[in-house]
């Protein structure tokens, strides 16, 4: 009986939510820090008494650093202050929808008023745009699948931060790491040839070709070695809408290894 009740409140909210996606934010900017401020109010009142000052006094979740145990997507946690979580101890909450949208901004903005927060989408959909629409996937290798012209992405989710993975998409060569700088290489015999380096030392280097051959070179051997500062990353800013951004960096921050 108990049950039942749950997931008719489960549905009710799953009806509700939609009014908040209806309504996307078409700025990639995300949230505002107006809403990073008004979430900040919100938290202090309602819910640092449980979650405590940082976020981390539940254990096994911890808002600040975006740890969770049930929920992935902004879109959830949305779900979860309006359903709270019964037999928990966490509350619902009767919240307008620019006050959720305030809170998910602060807890997404890492806490930090004066930082960016990433909208977190739909890990599916973006995994669907990554490997169809989007053509990640076309220069991306992601767990053995895929070639290998671009940097392998399967752990991606632990290497780097919701802000760099959402710049990566929308500016490339903002975040263009060292190692990933493109190489064009003229060998002795007149071989002209450009790669991406898995390696390099004071005297060689090694590459993949874009034929995805590995190569060694030792640099003596050379008669060009450059290093391109060019990303060849393409930019997504004009391509993919605020929301697919936002599923994509969903997808990505999946990716933490095998
Ligand atoms: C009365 C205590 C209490 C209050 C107040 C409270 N929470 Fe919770 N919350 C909990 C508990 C306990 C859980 C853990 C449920 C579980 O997974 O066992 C939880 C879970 C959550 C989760 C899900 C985390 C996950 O791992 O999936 C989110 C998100 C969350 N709370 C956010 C908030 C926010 C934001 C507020 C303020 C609007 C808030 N909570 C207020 C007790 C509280
Ligand atoms: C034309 C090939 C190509 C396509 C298509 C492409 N990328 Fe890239 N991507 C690269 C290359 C090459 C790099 C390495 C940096 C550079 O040279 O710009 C890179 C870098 C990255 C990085 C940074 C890796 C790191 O270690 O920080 C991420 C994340 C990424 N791409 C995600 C994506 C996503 C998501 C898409 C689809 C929306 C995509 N890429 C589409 C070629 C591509």
């Given at each position: 009986?108990?049950?039942?009740?749950?997931?008719?409140?489960?549905?009710?909210?799953?009806?509700?939510?939609?009014?908040?996606?209806?309504?996307?934010?078409?700025?990639?900017?995300?949230?505002?820090?107006?809403?990073?401020?008004?979430?900040?109010?919100?938290?202090?009142?309602?819910?640092?008494?449980?979650?405590?000052a940082?976020?981390d006094?539940?254990?096994?979740?911890?808002?600040?650093?975006?740890?969770?145990?049930?929920?992935?997507n902004?879109?959830?946690?949305?779900?979860?202050?309006?359903?709270?979580?019964?037999?928990?101890?966490?509350?619902?909450?009767?919240?307008?929808?620019?006050?959720?949208?305030?809170?998910?901004?602060?807890?997404?903005?890492?806490?930090?008023?004066?930082?960016?927060?990433?909208?977190?989408?739909?890990?599916?959909?973006?995994?669907?745009?990554?490997?169809?629409?989007?053509?990640?996937?076309?220069?991306?290798?992601?767990?053995?699948?895929?070639?290998?012209?671009?940097?392998?992405?399967?752990?991606?989710?632990?290497?780097?931060?919701?802000?760099?993975?959402?710049?990566?998409?929308?500016?490339?060569?903002?975040s263009?790491?060292?190692?990933?700088?493109?190489?064009?290489?003229?060998?002795?015999?007149?071989?002209?040839?450009?790669?991406?380096?898995?390696?390099?030392?004071?005297?060689?280097v090694?590459?993949?070709?874009?034929?995805e051959?590995?190569?060694?070179?030792?640099?003596?051997?050379?008669?060009?070695?450059?290093?391109?500062?060019?990303?060849?990353?393409?930019s997504?800013?004009?391509?993919?809408?605020?929301?697919?951004?936002?599923?994509?960096?969903?997808?990505?921050?999946?990716?933490?290894?095998?």
């Open positions: 009986m108990i049950r039942a009740k749950f997931v008719l409140a489960a549905v009710a909210a799953w009806v509700a939510a939609p009014a908040w996606a209806q309504a996307p934010n078409l700025d990639h900017s995300d949230y505002t820090r107006a809403d990073v401020e008004a979430g900040q109010r919100l938290y202090s009142v309602q819910c640092q008494i449980c979650h405590g940082n976020g006094n539940i254990q096994g979740i911890d808002l600040k650093f975006g740890k969770f145990r049930r929920v992935s902004d879109e959830d946690i949305v779900r979860t202050l309006t359903t709270g979580i019964p037999g928990v101890g966490m509350p619902a909450f009767s919240f307008q929808p620019p006050q959720l949208t305030a809170i998910v901004a602060f807890i997404r903005a890492g806490f930090d008023p004066t930082s960016a927060a990433v909208r977190v989408g739909n890990m599916e959909r973006g995994r669907a745009l990554f490997d169809g629409k989007a053509q990640c996937a076309t220069c991306h290798r992601v767990n053995g699948r895929g070639p290998l012209t671009a940097p392998d992405l399967s752990d991606i989710g632990s290497l780097r931060t919701l802000g760099t993975l959402q710049r990566t998409m929308l500016e490339p060569p903002a263009l790491q060292p190692i990933h700088r493109p190489v064009r290489i003229v060998t002795r015999s007149g071989e002209t040839l450009r790669g991406r380096r898995l390696n390099e030392d004071t005297s060689t090694q590459l993949i070709d874009d034929h051959q590995l190569r060694s070179f030792v640099k003596a051997d050379l008669k060009q070695y450059a290093i391109e500062t060019v990303a060849t990353m393409p997504y800013k004009d391509r993919l809408s605020a929301d697919e951004t936002a599923d994509l960096v969903a997808y990505l921050i999946s990716l933490k290894g095998l």
